[in-house]
């Protein structure tokens, strides 16, 4: 049974930051291209970012240069550092394990920016 598990969202002020993680069970990690998305209320879910095996990268504009997408195979982990945060962030993050026929989703982390 996959499993995608987030972690370390919660409540930060602007200009803060959060690292979040989505950590992968039973699958084989390094065959997926792993992204991070997020909702806000009342909005559609859109990718923030993607990173495949190989390193090769996606970022929404609205984010790039306050975060970044990496990954550890070893430990089957994914991350989310977010930096300078803003209240537009604030949404459900979701973390996506895709292959061309295949695809899992977390159930999603909380990021709340608000003074």
């Known amino acids: 049974q996959v499993q995608l598990v987030e972690s370390g969202g919660g409540l930060v002020q602007p200009g803060g930051s959060l690292l979040l993680s989505c950590v992968a069970s039973?699958?084989?990690?390094?065959?997926?291209?792993m992204s991070w998305y997020r909702q806000a209320p009342g909005k559609e879910r859109e990718m923030v970012a993607q990173?495949?095996?190989?390193?090769?990268?996606g970022i929404a504009t609205s984010v790039k240069g306050r975060f970044t997408i990496s990954r550890d195979n070893a430990k089957n982990a994914l991350f989310l550092q977010m930096n300078n945060l803003k209240s537009e962030d604030t949404a459900v993050y979701y973390c996506k394990a895709h292959t061309i026929k295949l695809e899992y989703w977390g159930q999603g982390t909380q990021v709340t920016v608000s003074s």
């Open positions: 990173l495949t095996s190989d390193g090769s990268t």
């Open positions: 039973g699958l084989t990690f390094s065959n997926y291209v």
